[in-house]
């Protein structure tokens, strides 16, 4: 073996051992995540299975008795919530979306500080979200106060930026030629946009979207800063008080009597399903009906 066959051969022994300790690191780092995971669950699944009842669902909020203590004001709230992003965020994200994907000329300088400053404000921590909707939207020129409706407004300012970004790739994901036969045959761009491209983008938004619903469902600081309560007893109105499970769980979690520590555990599984269940339904969507061009 010549001289430069043999440090060939050391350098690339030496480059496979390297990729092997990086990847028993990385595999370390997960079986970390993992097993960290894995015991809060436990902890928490431990404490709450025995909380899931009717009363936990259906009943009121009580600060005296942890067995009387209901979340249905918080998980109506909830569900308020979400269908107000779906009217709110869905439509102008999509619209945005493909605006900037289908008309939007790049070559054009509010262009692209629009698409950058989109990028941006999906990085945004949710506190600054908070503090902006108690400025303009409860105190400010809108000043609707600390109803359901602001904290759905400020929900929307929160998930838009993720929204638009997944329309984005979704559009952007469907083949130039589907829109240049459509366009041949005769078609406006709107009818090539509204008929062939978003039917085909659908898969992705609804993805996207449900994927940016789960994570605003699981926000609180936003929704304390611009009122929501830790306890109301009677069920939310749109223009009334409010609450949301996660600050109901708080709330319970603060209390001294232990009782209510184990009811918090049973609001964390019930918060849980809802959020498994719509990134389970999102992945479905994604795998069921999207297309592979």
């Given at each position: 073996m010549s001289v430069d066959a043999f440090r060939l051969h050391r350098r690339s022994g030496g480059a496979q051992v390297r990729g092997r300790l990086f990847y028993a690191f990385l595999l370390a780092s997960l079986a970390v995540g993992f097993i960290a995971l894995g015991t809060l669950l436990v902890d928490v699944f431990k404490d709450?299975?025995?909380?899931?009842?009717?009363?936990?669902?259906?009943?009121?909020?009580?600060?005296?008795?942890?067995?009387?203590?209901?979340a249905r004001p918080?998980?109506?709230?909830?569900?308020?919530?979400?269908?107000?992003?779906?009217?709110?965020?869905?439509?102008?994200?999509?619209?945005t979306a493909i605006y900037l994907e289908e008309y939007a000329d790049n070559q054009r300088w509010y262009n692209r500080l629009l698409d950058l400053n989109i990028q941006n404000l999906a990085a945004v921590p949710s506190i600054v979200y908070g503090i902006l909707g108690l400025a303009f939207i409860v105190r400010g020129p809108v000043g609707i106060g600390r109803v359901l409706l602001a904290g759905g407004m400020i929900l929307t300012l929160l998930v838009l930026p993720t929204v638009i970004i997944s329309s984005r790739e979704a559009i952007r994901a469907i083949p130039d030629s589907i829109r240049q036969g459509g366009l041949a045959l005769g078609a406006t761009q709107w009818q090539v946009i509204w008929r062939q491209v978003l039917p085909a983008a659908v898969p992705g938004i609804a993805t996207g979207t449900i994927l940016a619903l789960s994570r605003a469902i699981g926000e609180t600081a936003p929704l304390l800063l611009v009122g929501a309560l830790s306890y109301i007893s009677f069920n939310p109105t749109l223009l009334g008080d409010f609450t949301a499970l996660p600050i109901q769980i708080y709330q319970w979690i603060s209390q001294d009597e232990p009782g209510f520590t184990l009811r918090a555990a049973g609001g964390i599984i019930v918060l849980l399903v809802i959020?498994?269940?719509?990134n389970a339904f999102a992945i479905f969507i994604r795998n069921r009906y999207q297309k592979r061009w």
């Open positions: 709450g299975i025995g909380q899931l009842d009717r009363i936990l669902l259906t009943g009121a909020p009580s600060v005296i008795e942890p067995a009387t203590a209901g918080a998980i109506l709230a909830t569900i308020y919530l979400m269908f107000l992003l779906l009217f709110m965020a869905v439509p102008i994200g999509v619209a959020l498994l269940t719509m």
